[in-house]
C-alpha cells in the first residue's frame, strides 16, 4: 500500500523571488546568484504570487536580444517584438501555477510533466509563496520505494 506523500514534506523553503517591476537583467542576476532553482516567482508586495518566469523566458529573451535570432519556429516576429521591448518581469511572466502545503505530492509532478518544469511554486490558501517542490526532491524520497521494485 503506498502512503500518500503531501507537498509539506517534500518543499523546500527556498525560490528566487521577483517582484513584478523588477527589470529583466535583475531576474536573470537572481537566478544565476541562486544556481540551485530553475524558476523565478513574480510576487507582489505581500508576497503573493502574481506569475512565474521559466528558464525557457530567460533563454528566448536571451537568445532574440543578446544573439539576435530566433531559432523556433513557433516564435512570430510578434512573440519576438515583445521579447525585444520587455523590460520587467511583469512583461515576460506566465500566469501562476502553483500548489499547495497539503496537496499531493502527484499534484506537482503532474504539473511538472505538463509544463515541463523541474520545479513548482507552494502557495498557502491566500497565494501567498511559501517555497517550492523540486523534482530532486521528488526523486530523493522515492528512491526506497524504487530500490524495492
Known sequence: MNIKKVVKDL?????VKVG???QIYEVVEKIAQDKETML???????????GII????ILEAVEVRE???????????????HIL????????????????????VEKAINIMLDKGF???????????????????S????????LKKQ
Open 11 to 15: 518543499m523546500i523553503e527556498k525560490f
Open 20 to 22: 513584478e517591476e523588477d
Open 40 to 50: 523565478a516567482c513574480v510576487v507582489d508586495k505581500d508576497n503573493v504570487l502574481k
Open 54 to 57: 521559466t528558464p525557457r523566458e
Open 67 to 81: 544573439f539576435g535570432t530566433i531559432r523556433y519556429p513557433f516564435l512570430t516576429g510578434r512573440d519576438a517584438l
Open 85 to 104: 521591448t520587455s523590460k520587467c518581469a511583469k512583461d515576460i511572466m506566465n500566469p501562476p501555477v502553483s500548489v499547495k502545503a497539503d496537496d499531493e
Open 118 to 136: 523541474y520545479e513548482v511554486p507552494v502557495v498557502d490558501k491566500e497565494g501567498k509563496t511559501w517555497g517550492a517542490i523540486n523534482y530532486f
Open 138 to 145: 521528488i526523486i530523493i524520497s522515492s528512491v526506497d520505494y
